[in-house]
C-alpha cells in the first residue's frame, strides 16, 4: 500500500475531505511510491483560511524576531539538506549531486532574506513643508499563493517562500502534482525552525486547487512558474481577480559560439547546459547557434563528451536522470522522432539509450541534432528533455535575428574571447538574463530572475530587489506636530508604575 502525500495546514498535516489523489512515480524504476492529495475547494479555502487568520500576528511580529526563524530556517536546511535531495532524486529523477545544487541556489535566496530588515528601510524627509515631515514604510500584502513545477520541487518555491515570509506574508505553496514532497518537508523544517503555525502552508492539487488561489478574495497576490499557456491563464485569471501576479513562463534557450570562441570551454558548456538534468530546466539550452565554419568542430567536440555521459538512476553513479514521467518521456522522445523525419541530422540518438536503472525507468539519452532549420518542430517548440539542436548560421546578424525573433526570452548565452561583440550582444538581444561565456546565467539571489517575453508575465521578476517589492507595498505619511506640544509626564522608570530599569541591550524584542 502506498502512502497519500497530504496538505499542511495551520502547522500540521492535513487530510481534507476530498478523495481524489494522482499517483506519484519513482521515474527511475517507474513505480508508483505514493498519491497525492488533489484539494477540492472545501480543502483548498480551508489551507487558505490557516494563511488568513494568521497573517495579523505574523505581520505584526518584529522584524528581529521574523529574520531569527529565517536563520534558524537556513542552519537546519543547511545541515539537512542531504534528506531533501533523496526525495527530490526519488520523485523527480534528477541526479543527487544536482537536487543539492538546487538546494543550495535556494538557500541563497534564504541567506538573502535573512538581511531583509535592510531592504524594508523606507525614507524620511524632515520639514517637507514647515513642521511637515514625509516618511515611507513597506508593509507585506497578505496570504500570498506560490504555484510551482515540477523540475525544481524546492529551488522554485524558494525563490519566492523566504522573501515573501521575512516581509511579513503568510503563505500557500501549491507544489506540482508530480513531485509533492519536497514541499511537505520544507513546511516540516519550517515549524523546526520556530515558524509559528499557519505562516507556511502546503496546498496539494491540480487546476481546482489553481483556480481557487487565483480567485479567493483572502489571497493578494500570485508567483506563477511553469509552462507558458499556463502561466498566461494564471496571469489573466489572477489579475482579474485583483490580484497582483508574476507568472514566469517557458523557455527556449539559445547559446551563440562565434568563430572566435574557445570551442572546448563552449562544447562543455553545451553538453552541462543541453542535457544536465536530463535538459528539464527552463534555463537549459536547447539551441546552439554556430556561427561560420565552426560548426563542425564544436558538432564533433559537444558529440565526444556527450557520448561518455552515464544515463542513470540518480542515486547511483550516473550523470543524467530519467525523465520525469513516462508521459513526458514519450512526448520528448516523438520530438526526436518528428525532428529526424523533417530531415535534421541525428547525431546521437537517445532514444536507444542503455540506462543504468530499472527496466521501466523512463529513460531517454541524450540526444544531439546538427542541421536544424527554424521550420522545424524540434526547434520551435520548448521540448524540456535532453535533446540539443545545433543550427548553422552565417553571421553574429543572423544569430541574434534568431533570438529576438523568438516568442521566449527567458535565457541566453554568447561564446566568444571579443568583448566588443559580447557588450554588442549584451545590449541588443531581447532576453531577460544573458551569459557571456556562461552557459545557464541564473543570477545571484541578490539579483533577480527572470525573463521577458513570453517567459515571464508581470512586472517584477523573482528574488533580489524586485522581489521585496512584488511581496510588499509601500505607504507615505505625512506628519505635522505642533511646535508646542502639551508636556508630557510620566512616572521616572524606577518609580512605582515606572517600566522598570534595564541596564543592558534590549534583546530580540
Ligand atoms: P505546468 O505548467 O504543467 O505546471 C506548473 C503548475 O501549474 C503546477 O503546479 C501544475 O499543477 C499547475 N497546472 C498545470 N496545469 C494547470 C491548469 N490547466 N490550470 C491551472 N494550473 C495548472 O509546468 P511543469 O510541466 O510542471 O513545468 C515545466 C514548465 O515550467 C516548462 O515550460 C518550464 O520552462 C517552465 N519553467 C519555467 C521557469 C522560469 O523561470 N521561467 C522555471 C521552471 C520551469
Not at 119 to 137: F, M, Q
Not at 220 to 234: D, L
Not at 284 to 306: F, P
Request: contains cysteine; glycine residues 10%.
Amino acid at each position: 500500500m502506498t502512502q497519500t502525500i497530504q496538505h499542511w495546514c495551520d502547522g500540521k498535516l492535513f487530510a481534507g475531505d476530498s478523495s481524489a489523489t494522482a499517483p506519484v512515480t519513482n521515474p527511475a524504476t517507474g513505480a508508483v511510491t505514493g498519491e497525492v492529495a488533489l484539494a477540492s475547494v472545501a480543502d483548498a479555502r480551508t489551507v487558505i483560511d490557516s494563511a488568513a487568520d494568521t497573517f495579523a500576528e505574523w505581520r505584526d511580529t518584529s522584524l528581529a524576531k521574523r529574520t531569527a526563524v529565517l536563520f534558524r530556517f537556513r542552519e537546519l536546511l543547511n545541515e539537512r539538506k542531504g534528506e531533501l535531495a533523496e526525495i527530490i532524486t526519488a520523485e523527480h529523477g534528477k541526479v543527487l549531486s544536482d537536487a543539492l545544487g538546487e538546494i543550495s541556489r535556494g538557500q541563497e535566496v534564504v541567506e538573502f532574506a535573512c538581511g531583509i530588515p535592510h531592504l524594508l528601510k523606507g525614507g524620511y524627509t524632515e520639514n517637507a513643508s514647515t513642521n511637515i515631515d514625509v516618511h515611507s514604510v513597506s508593509q507585506p500584502l497578505g496570504p500570498v499563493g506560490i504555484i510551482s513545477p515540477f523540475n525544481f520541487p524546492a529551488m522554485v518555491p524558494m525563490w519566492f517562500f523566504p522573501v515573501a515570509i521575512a516581509a511579513g506574508n503568510t503563505v500557500v505553496l501549491k507544489p506540482s502534482e508530480k513531485d509533492p514532497t519536497a514541499a511537505i518537508w520544507l513546511a516540516e523544517l519550517w515549524k523546526e525552525a520556530g515558524l509559528p503555525d499557519g505562516v507556511f502552508n502546503v496546498l496539494q492539487g491540480d487546476k481546482v486547487a489553481v483556480d481557487e488561489l487565483l480567485t479567493n478574495p483572502k489571497i493578494k497576490a500570485i508567483s506563477f512558474v511553469g509552462s507558458t499557456p499556463i502561466a498566461q491563464y494564471v496571469y489573466s485569471t489572477g489579475t482579474a481577480a485583483g490580484k497582483r501576479v508574476q507568472a514566469l513562463g517557458g523557455a527556449k534557450n539559445h547559446a551563440i559560439i562565434l568563430p572566435d570562441a574557445d570551442l572546448d570551454l563552449a562544447a562543455d558548456a553545451m553538453v552541462n547546459a543541453g542535457f544536465g538534468s536530463a535538459g528539464e530546466r527552463c534555463m537549459a539550452i536547447s539551441v546552439a547557434v554556430a556561427v561560420g565554419d565552426i560548426a563542425d568542430d564544436l558538432v564533433a567536440k559537444i558529440t565526444e563528451r556527450a557520448t561518455t555521459i552515464k544515463t542513470g538512476d540518480g542515486t547511483k553513479d550516473s550523470d543524467m536522470g530519467p525523465l520525469v514521467t513516462k508521459v513526458h518521456r514519450d512526448k520528448v522522445a516523438s520530438y526526436v522522432d518528428a525532428g529526424e523525419k523533417a530531415g535534421a541530422t541525428v547525431v546521437l540518438d537517445g532514444r536507444t539509450v542503455q540506462a543504468n536503472g530499472g527496466a521501466d525507468g523512463f529513460w531517454l539519452g541524450p540526444t544531439l541534432f546538427d542541421n536544424v532549420t527554424p521550420d522545424m518542430s524540434i526547434y520551435t517548440d520548448e521540448i524540456f528533455g535532453p535533446v540539443l539542436s545545433v543550427v548553422r548560421v552565417e553571421s553574429y546578424d543572423e544569430a541574434l535575428e534568431l533570438i529576438n525573433s523568438n516568442q521566449y526570452g527567458n535565457g541566453t548565452a554568447i561564446f566568444t574571447n571579443d568583448g566588443g561583440a559580447a557588450r554588442r550582444f549584451q545590449n541588443e538581444v531581447e532576453v531577460g538574463m544573458v551569459g557571456i561565456n556562461v552557459p545557464i546565467p541564473v543570477p545571484m539571489a541578490y539579483y533577480s530572475f527572470g525573463g521577458w517575453k513570453a517567459s515571464l508575465f508581470g512586472d517584477s521578476h523573482a528574488h533580489g530587489t524586485e522581489g521585496i517589492h512584488f511581496f510588499t507595498r509601500t505607504k507615505a505619511i505625512t506628519t505635522r506636530w505642533l511646535e508646542t506640544a502639551a508636556v508630557i509626564t510620566r512616572p521616572a522608570r524606577s518609580a512605582p508604575g515606572g517600566e522598570g530599569l534595564n541596564l543592558g541591550f534590549p534583546q530580540n524584542a
